[in-house]
């Protein structure tokens, strides 16, 4: 069993910067990939980024290319994910996921082990 817990959603406004983190418990962190991904109102649950227990694999969703950087600590359990030049279509919720490999939360559907219960993110025009 893997608990996720993530942090550092707000309110903020467009061109703004906000840095997710997500500490996780229960098992060897190191072990698996990580990700994220966000749920808009009205909208499906959709892939943001993904990052292998190495950190040498790493995936972006298109919309978040080039803004968005994932980065994870092993260390200290802790999956992040810095957020750049916000627009208001970033608004959602922002979960934290474990995955056996990167590369499969890139899927349809994606292959998720485990999620957290969300952060919220808000960005005003």
């Known amino acids: 069993q893997v608990q996720l817990v993530e942090s550092g959603g707000g309110l903020v406004q467009a061109g703004d910067s906000l840095r997710l983190s997500c500490a996780a418990s229960?098992?060897?962190?190191?072990?698996?990939?990580m990700g994220w991904f966000r749920q808009a109102p009205g909208k499906e649950r959709e892939f943001v980024a993904t990052i292998s227990w190495s950190g040498s694999i790493i995936y972006y969703a298109e919309s978040v290319k080039g803004r968005f950087t994932i980065s994870r600590d092993n260390a200290k359990n802790t999956v992040f994910l810095q957020m750049n030049s916000l627009k208001p279509e970033d608004t959602a919720v922002y979960y934290c996921a474990t995955a056996p490999a990167a590369a499969t939360m890139r899927g349809i559907p994606p292959k998720v082990d485990y999620w957290g219960q969300g952060t919220q993110v808000t960005v005003s025009s």
């Open positions: 229960g098992r060897t962190f190191s072990s698996y990939a």
